[in-house]
T-cell receptor, first 114, second 114 residues
Framework: DAKTTQPPSMDCAEGRAANLPCNHSTISGNEYVYWYRQIHSQGPQYIIHGLKNNETNEMASLIITEDRKSSTLILPHATLRDTAVYYCIVRAPLQGAGSYQLTFGKGTKLSVIP | NAGVMQNPRHLVRRRGQEARLRCSPMKGHSHVYWYRQLPEEGLKFMVYLQKENIIDESGMPKERFSAEFPKEGPSILRIQQVVRGDSAAYFC????????????FGQGTRLTVV
């Protein structure tokens, strides 16, 4: 799976949009971009994933550049409860009963400030 | 629909004892994954199981660690003769059968070896 690069930390004012960048310049054509977050001491929480089109769900939006070498996770109105470590992961889709390893890096520690 | 259930949430063992960690996947999920998170580090994949089968154990230490997912009952991660270095948070995730790719994590078991 391709490696990702994320800033170690970011601050965001409460109520503002949080834009978390991720570089994945070695991504392959069939690899998806996944985002998870881990709120202190809890299990990782799935946020969103995409292949090449922008995606939106009730939690966030995912913007993937045309060349797919980078992406941005957008939390439109950050709240204090969004303070967490955010992980950007790229991986290939399941191949039948193939492995499902998620390779977690160090992520970005997002602090939402009142 | 209950999420992924792990128990116990906290487990204290003396060096040399055995630790058994349990994971009940979400209803309808037949794939289970175990991850370990050492203090101040990211999550590392350990093993991927389907009912009665180990699919990928490439992240499992070669000795003392074993995992199973029997036909009936929860998945079990077993650590024999625990050492202080086994102290970590152990997370279980589950996903539906092939065709869906999101994995959902439990709240983890925090193992402390004294």
């Amino acid at each position: 799976d391709a490696k990702t690069t994320q800033p170690p930390s970011m601050d965001c004012a409460e109520g503002r949009a949080a834009n978390l960048p991720c570089n994945h310049s070695t991504i392959s054509g069939n690899e998806y971009v996944y985002w998870y977050r881990q709120i202190h001491s809890q299990g990782p929480q799935y946020i969103i994933h995409g292949l090449k089109n922008n995606e939106t769900n009730e939690m966030a939006s995912l913007i993937i550049t045309e060349d797919r070498k980078s992406s941005t996770l957008i939390l439109p109105h950050a709240t204090l409860r969004d303070t967490a470590v955010y992980y950007c992961i790229v991986r290939a889709p399941l191949q039948g009963a193939g492995s499902y390893q998620l390779t977690f890096g160090k992520g970005t520690k997002l602090s939402v400030i009142p | 629909n209950a999420g992924v259930m792990q128990n116990p949430r906290h487990l204290v063992r003396r060096r040399g004892q055995e630790a058994r960690l349990r994971c009940s996947p979400m209803k309808g999920h037949s794939h289970v994954y175990w991850y370990r998170q050492l203090p101040e580090e990211g999550l590392k994949f350990m093993v991927y199981l389907q009912k009665e089968n180990i699919i990928d154990e490439s992240g499992m230490p070669k000795e003392r660690f074993s995992a199973e997912f029997p036909k009936e009952g929860p998945s079990i991660l077993r650590i024999q003769q625990v050492v202080r270095g086994d102290s970590a948070a152990y997370f279980c995730a589950s996903s539906p059968p092939w065709g869906r790719t999101e994995a959902f994590f439990g709240q983890g078991t925090r193992l402390t070896v004294v």
